[in-house]
Protein backbone atom coordinates (compact mmCIF):
# COMPACT_ATOMS: atom_id res chain seq x y z
CA UNK A 1 0.00 0.00 0.00
CA UNK A 2 2.92 2.77 0.86
CA UNK A 3 4.59 1.98 -2.45
CA UNK A 4 1.12 2.65 -4.48
CA UNK A 5 0.71 5.36 -2.41
CA UNK A 6 4.36 6.80 -3.09
CA UNK A 7 4.11 6.08 -6.93
CA UNK A 8 0.87 8.00 -7.40
CA UNK A 9 2.48 10.86 -5.41
CA UNK A 10 0.43 11.20 -2.21
CA UNK A 11 1.01 9.64 1.24
CA UNK A 12 -2.26 8.89 4.34
CA UNK A 13 -1.01 10.25 7.63
CA UNK A 14 -2.88 9.59 10.87
CA UNK A 15 -3.23 12.01 13.39
CA UNK A 16 -4.42 11.12 16.68
CA UNK A 17 -8.15 12.19 17.86
CA UNK A 18 -8.66 13.98 14.40
CA UNK A 19 -8.37 11.36 11.51
CA UNK A 20 -6.55 11.22 8.93
CA UNK A 21 -5.00 13.65 6.25
CA UNK A 22 -3.97 12.93 3.01
CA UNK A 23 -0.44 14.77 2.03
CA UNK A 24 0.12 15.49 -1.49
CA UNK A 25 4.33 14.80 -2.74
CA UNK A 26 4.08 15.13 -5.60
CA UNK A 27 1.46 16.97 -7.30
CA UNK A 28 1.89 15.73 -11.24
CA UNK A 29 1.84 11.85 -10.42
CA UNK A 30 -1.11 13.14 -8.03
CA UNK A 31 -2.79 14.63 -11.16
CA UNK A 32 -2.04 11.80 -13.24
CA UNK A 33 -3.88 9.58 -10.77
CA UNK A 34 -6.92 11.79 -10.29
CA UNK A 35 -7.05 11.68 -14.26
CA UNK A 36 -6.61 7.98 -14.31
CA UNK A 37 -9.71 7.67 -11.83
CA UNK A 38 -11.96 9.79 -13.29
CA UNK A 39 -11.44 7.67 -16.51
CA UNK A 40 -12.24 4.90 -15.79
CA UNK A 41 -15.09 5.76 -13.09
CA UNK A 42 -16.76 7.11 -16.21
CA UNK A 43 -20.48 6.30 -15.91
CA UNK A 44 -22.78 7.55 -18.88
CA UNK A 45 -26.53 9.00 -17.88
CA UNK A 46 -29.55 7.42 -19.60
CA UNK A 47 -29.13 9.71 -22.24
CA UNK A 48 -25.38 9.11 -22.96
CA UNK A 49 -26.00 5.43 -22.54
CA UNK A 50 -28.95 5.56 -25.43
CA UNK A 51 -26.47 7.66 -27.78
CA UNK A 52 -24.05 5.05 -26.97
CA UNK A 53 -26.50 2.32 -27.65
CA UNK A 54 -27.57 3.68 -31.02
CA UNK A 55 -23.90 4.37 -32.04
CA UNK A 56 -22.84 0.93 -31.47
CA UNK A 57 -25.77 -0.85 -32.98
CA UNK A 58 -25.70 1.60 -35.89
CA UNK A 59 -21.82 0.45 -36.38
CA UNK A 60 -22.50 -3.12 -36.20
CA UNK A 61 -24.05 -5.34 -39.22
CA UNK A 62 -23.70 -8.44 -37.05
CA UNK A 63 -26.48 -9.37 -34.36
CA UNK A 64 -25.86 -7.75 -31.17
CA UNK A 65 -26.45 -10.43 -27.85
CA UNK A 66 -27.94 -8.08 -24.54
CA UNK A 67 -24.83 -9.39 -22.71
CA UNK A 68 -22.53 -7.33 -24.69
CA UNK A 69 -24.03 -4.55 -24.90
CA UNK A 70 -24.23 -4.60 -20.63
CA UNK A 71 -20.67 -5.41 -20.70
CA UNK A 72 -20.24 -1.79 -22.88
CA UNK A 73 -22.46 -0.04 -20.33
CA UNK A 74 -21.72 -1.30 -16.85
CA UNK A 75 -25.46 -1.69 -15.98
CA UNK A 76 -28.10 -4.29 -15.15
CA UNK A 77 -29.90 -6.17 -18.13
CA UNK A 78 -33.45 -4.66 -16.96
CA UNK A 79 -31.18 -1.16 -17.53
CA UNK A 80 -30.43 -2.28 -21.00
CA UNK A 81 -34.01 -3.34 -21.92
CA UNK A 82 -35.34 0.18 -20.59
CA UNK A 83 -33.16 1.70 -22.98
CA UNK A 84 -33.90 -0.09 -26.15
CA UNK A 85 -37.31 0.63 -25.32
CA UNK A 86 -36.01 4.30 -26.30
CA UNK A 87 -33.70 3.47 -28.71
CA UNK A 88 -36.64 2.02 -30.58
CA UNK A 89 -38.68 5.05 -30.29
CA UNK A 90 -36.34 7.16 -31.48
CA UNK A 91 -35.30 4.97 -34.35
CA UNK A 92 -39.32 4.57 -35.66
CA UNK A 93 -38.95 8.11 -36.63
CA UNK A 94 -36.79 6.94 -39.33
CA UNK A 95 -38.48 4.17 -40.58
CA UNK A 96 -35.73 1.79 -38.85
CA UNK A 97 -36.58 -0.90 -36.51
CA UNK A 98 -34.67 -2.92 -33.66
CA UNK A 99 -35.05 -6.67 -35.11
CA UNK A 100 -34.75 -9.06 -32.04
CA UNK A 101 -33.73 -12.62 -32.74
CA UNK A 102 -33.90 -15.13 -30.33
CA UNK A 103 -30.20 -16.88 -28.84
CA UNK A 104 -28.85 -13.77 -31.74
CA UNK A 105 -29.64 -10.94 -30.25
CA UNK A 106 -30.69 -7.35 -32.06
CA UNK A 107 -29.85 -5.29 -34.64
CA UNK A 108 -31.33 -2.16 -36.09
CA UNK A 109 -32.69 -3.05 -39.85
CA UNK A 110 -34.28 -1.12 -42.54
CA UNK A 111 -34.19 0.89 -45.67
CA UNK A 112 -30.49 1.85 -46.81
CA UNK A 113 -31.51 5.40 -47.40
CA UNK A 114 -33.29 5.76 -44.22
CA UNK A 115 -30.26 3.85 -42.10
CA UNK A 116 -27.55 6.39 -43.94
CA UNK A 117 -30.14 9.54 -43.17
CA UNK A 118 -30.48 8.66 -39.40
CA UNK A 119 -26.59 7.55 -39.19
CA UNK A 120 -25.71 10.61 -40.73
CA UNK A 121 -28.41 12.84 -38.89
CA UNK A 122 -26.88 11.31 -35.08
CA UNK A 123 -23.18 12.02 -36.28
CA UNK A 124 -23.60 15.08 -37.23
CA UNK A 125 -25.42 16.23 -34.00
CA UNK A 126 -22.57 14.28 -32.12
CA UNK A 127 -19.97 16.65 -33.74
CA UNK A 128 -21.92 19.54 -32.64
CA UNK A 129 -21.81 18.35 -28.99
CA UNK A 130 -18.21 17.41 -28.80
CA UNK A 131 -18.90 16.35 -25.33
CA UNK A 132 -19.49 13.18 -26.25
CA UNK A 133 -17.03 11.32 -23.32
CA UNK A 134 -18.23 7.68 -24.61
CA UNK A 135 -16.86 8.16 -28.60
CA UNK A 136 -13.32 7.55 -27.43
CA UNK A 137 -13.62 5.14 -24.88
CA UNK A 138 -14.87 1.47 -25.29
CA UNK A 139 -18.08 2.67 -26.51
CA UNK A 140 -16.24 3.66 -29.89
CA UNK A 141 -15.24 0.67 -32.03
CA UNK A 142 -12.39 2.61 -33.89
CA UNK A 143 -14.54 4.27 -36.98
CA UNK A 144 -15.63 7.23 -35.84
CA UNK A 145 -12.10 8.95 -36.86
CA UNK A 146 -12.70 7.83 -40.76
CA UNK A 147 -16.33 8.87 -40.29
CA UNK A 148 -15.56 12.71 -38.88
CA UNK A 149 -13.58 12.94 -42.25
CA UNK A 150 -16.45 12.48 -44.28
CA UNK A 151 -18.76 14.71 -42.61
Known amino acids: MNRFKEKNG??????????YVLEVTDETLMNNYLIDIERSANILSSDQRIEALLFYL????MYTKIAELQCLTDVS????TSDLKKVEEIIEGFDL???RKPHYGLKITGNETNYRNYFQNMLYTLRCLSNRSWLTGKYSTNLIQPIWKTI
Open 58 to 61: LQSD
Open 77 to 80: RSTI
Open 97 to 99: VLE
Open 10 to 19: FSIKLIRNRG
